[in-house]
């Protein structure tokens, strides 16, 4: 399984390299053999000699130039990075980012060969007004995105869940993961409100092939115990 921790706005270079380092050391001495992504916030980016595989927030889709405030490839290949976050919903809600602005980055990851971690979800007022309108909604944010690209992984997160406490019940986790794996088979995460206390009823859910963490993965001893609980799960070798 795939257990990912957007940090998001939060920690300083210090505080993210000793977060690294400690996630590091619990997957050796634990023999974790699951896949565990780290995106850090920018300015804390580093080369980590890590398990853990570090990818950035967001980048611009440009080796360099003229666009302030964002970075490029430049900044990303001095780390060796390789992984990218595309199309979470603060950057499409709160910065404005239009599917033709998330397509394009998409593309442009894409032709570098990145693994890509694609965010889609709804806001609540699409969720109230029914399963189509909202699936119409979700479908859209595939738009310009090559739902078969071998690098890509794709996190389901309803906006009304992020950061909220608010979570889907398991059911319609199923019933959303089930209708999202037919629009790409790549492996399928979700994210929202996922807790120490609720990772793995969530991880257990057909079609949920790991989750992507926000406030929760702050908590080094929370985002360790949800890592625990996909390795004791292994779905994928039962
Ligand atoms: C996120 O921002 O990707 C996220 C899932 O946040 P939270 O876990 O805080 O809801």
Same mark, same amino acid.
């Given at each position: 399984?795939?257990?990912s921790?957007?940090?998001?706005?939060n *920690? +300083?270079?210090?505080?993210?390299?000793e977060? /690294?380092? #400690?996630?590091?050391?619990?997957?050796?001495e634990? &023999?974790? !053999?699951?896949?565990?992504?780290?995106?850090?916030?920018a300015?804390a980016?580093?080369?980590f000699?890590?398990?853990?595989?570090?990818?950035?927030?967001?980048a611009?889709?440009?080796?360099?130039?003229? *666009? +302030?405030?964002?970075?490029g490839?430049?900044? /990303?290949? #001095?780390?060796?990075?390789?992984?990218?976050?595309? &199309?979470? !919903?603060?950057?499409?809600?709160?910065l404005?980012?239009t599917?033709?602005?998330?397509?394009?980055?998409?593309?442009?990851?894409?032709e570098?060969?990145?693994?890509?971690?694609?965010?889609?979800?709804?806001?609540?007022?699409?969720?109230?007004?029914?399963?189509?309108?909202?699936?119409?909604?979700i479908?859209?944010?595939?738009?310009?995105?090559?739902?078969?690209?071998?690098?890509?992984?794709?996190?389901?997160?309803?906006?009304?869940?992020i950061?909220?406490?608010?979570?889907?019940t398991l059911?319609?986790?199923?019933?959303?993961?089930?209708?999202?794996?037919?629009k790409?088979?790549a492996?399928?995460?979700?994210?929202?409100?996922?807790?120490?206390?609720?990772?793995?009823?969530?991880?257990g859910?057909?079609?949920?092939?790991?989750?992507?963490v926000?406030?929760?993965?702050?908590?080094?001893?929370?985002?360790?115990?949800?890592i625990t609980?996909a390795?004791?799960?292994n779905?994928?070798?039962?």
């Amino acid at each position: 399984m795939i257990i990912s921790a957007n940090l998001k706005t939060n *920690f +300083t270079r210090k505080q993210t390299s000793e977060y /690294i380092t #400690e996630l590091d050391a619990f997957l050796s001495e634990n &023999g974790i !053999s699951q896949d565990v992504l780290v995106f850090p916030t920018a300015s804390a980016l580093d080369r980590f000699e890590a398990k853990v595989e570090v990818g950035v927030q967001n980048a611009y889709a440009t080796v360099n130039g003229a *666009f +302030t405030g964002e970075i490029g490839l430049e900044q /990303i290949e #001095e780390f060796g990075i390789k992984t990218i976050l595309i &199309g979470h !919903s603060e950057r499409r809600h709160i910065l404005g980012e239009t599917q033709e602005v998330i397509a394009e980055k998409f593309n442009f990851y894409k032709e570098l060969g990145f693994k890509i971690v694609y965010c889609v979800g709804e806001p609540k007022d699409i969720r109230e007004a029914g399963k189509d309108t909202m699936m119409e909604y979700i479908s859209k944010q595939y738009d310009g995105i090559d739902t078969t690209y071998e690098n890509l992984i794709i996190a389901y997160e309803p906006v009304w869940a992020i950061g909220t406490g608010l979570v889907p019940t398991l059911e319609d986790i199923k019933d959303i993961h089930s209708e999202l794996k037919t629009k790409s088979k790549a492996p399928l995460l979700y994210g929202g409100s996922v807790k120490a206390n609720n990772a793995k009823d969530i991880l257990g859910v057909e079609n949920v092939d790991g989750v992507l963490v926000g406030s929760a993965a702050l908590k080094i001893d929370d985002f360790k115990s949800m890592i625990t609980d996909a390795q004791n799960l292994n779905k994928e070798d039962r």
